[in-house]
């Protein structure tokens, strides 16, 4: 069994920052690729970042030069830095992993609970 847990979410003003974190743990024993999702009410779930095992980022063209996605291998986590934040930003934001499990020789997907993030205007 696989958890995320997420932590970071919340209230700003436009033009200030928050950062996410999403940490993964269980019987998870190899990550690919980390990601943020975000899902503003009445819209479809959109990719915001992701970075592979690597380090190789990749934002979506609304938030490029504004957040700033990373990853700690050896927690197992992942985290997103939001700076000039706008209102149009206000979403709920899921972390999304690609996991193997022990004993299990796929990978598999793991989607966290989800933290809201509303900016005021």
């Known amino acids: 069994q696989v958890q995320l847990v997420e932590s970071g979410g919340g209230l700003v003003q436009a033009g200030e920052s928050l950062t996410l974190s999403c940490a993964a743990s269980g019987s998870i024993r190899a990550i690919h690729a980390m990601a943020w999702y975000r899902q503003a009410p009445g819209k479809q779930r959109e990719l915001v970042a992701a970075v592979t095992s690597d380090g190789t980022p990749n934002y979506a063209d609304s938030v490029k030069g504004r957040f700033t996605i990373s990853r700690d291998n050896a927690k197992n986590t992942v985290y997103l830095q939001m700076n000039s934040l706008k209102p149009e930003d206000t979403a709920v934001y899921y972390c999304?992993?690609?996991?193997?499990?022990?004993?299990?020789?796929?990978?598999?997907?793991?989607w966290g609970q989800g933290t809201q993030v509303t900016v005021s205007s």
């Open positions: 999304y992993v690609t996991g193997r499990v022990a004993g299990r020789g796929v990978w598999d997907d793991y």
